[in-house]
């Protein structure tokens, strides 16, 4: 009896052990996925109204051609506004507005740009200021070759904080290491950013 209790102890030590060190291991891993410099990455934004199944869709496509130089494509959705001059008022044809354009960057400055122009700094994309560690992740599990957790302090997991964000969750595709989704809710919406990298 005294062996087989033993022997169940061991079990459960070496099962915990794994669970551990496996949770390091993903970390570090994830980190390294972060560091990486990809010559690729795309960008999804999805913006939902809270409750509404449709929104906002904008999409960014990153070719980074070398350290100082790299060229945006862009399709970009935008609520359209009314237009007022002086007491008239226009209604505008489409709730959606879809802009589109490119950009080249060079040294973190816009170089050249075409198509529409959108609210948005491009100078940024591309880099990825993810830290994952046990300081700003709760609840992480992985499962069915996805990682999952809760942030709990988005503002040392991005390195910047996003006005008004609640409930922001992380996942990433651990089977191929080529995906990563941020989602949280701000201001009535839902917001959903996947970043793929190739």
């Excluded at 291991?25 to 996925?33: I, Q, R």
């Excluded at 354009?101 to 400055?109: L, P, Q, S, Y």
């Amino acid at each position: 009896m005294k062996k087989i209790i033993f022997v169940v102890v061991i079990l459960l030590l070496a099962t915990m052990c794994l669970t551990s060190c496996d949770q390091a291991v993903t970390y570090d891993k994830l980190n390294e996925m972060t560091d990486t410099k990809y010559s690729q990455m795309s960008i999804k934004v999805t913006v939902n109204k809270s409750g509404e199944t449709s929104g906002l869709v904008n999409d960014i496509v990153c070719l980074i051609l070398n350290d100082t130089t790299k060229h945006v494509a862009y399709t970009w959705q935008e609520y359209a506004t009314f237009e007022m001059d002086g007491n008239t008022i226009t209604v505008p044809s489409k709730q959606i507005v879809t802009k589109s354009g490119t950009a080249i960057i060079e040294n973190g400055k816009v170089k050249e740009s075409t198509g529409d122009g959108v609210d948005y700094d491009f100078t940024n994309v591309g880099a990825l200021n993810m830290t994952f560690s046990e300081t700003c992740l709760a609840n992480a599990q992985t499962k069915d070759g996805t990682f999952t957790a809760d942030i709990s302090d988005l503002n040392a997991f991005l390195g910047s904080d996003i006005a008004g964000a609640e409930n922001a969750k992380v996942s990433v595709n651990v089977k191929t290491y080529g995906s990563i989704t941020i989602s949280y809710t701000a201001n009535g919406s839902d917001v959903v950013i996947t970043y793929t990298f190739g």
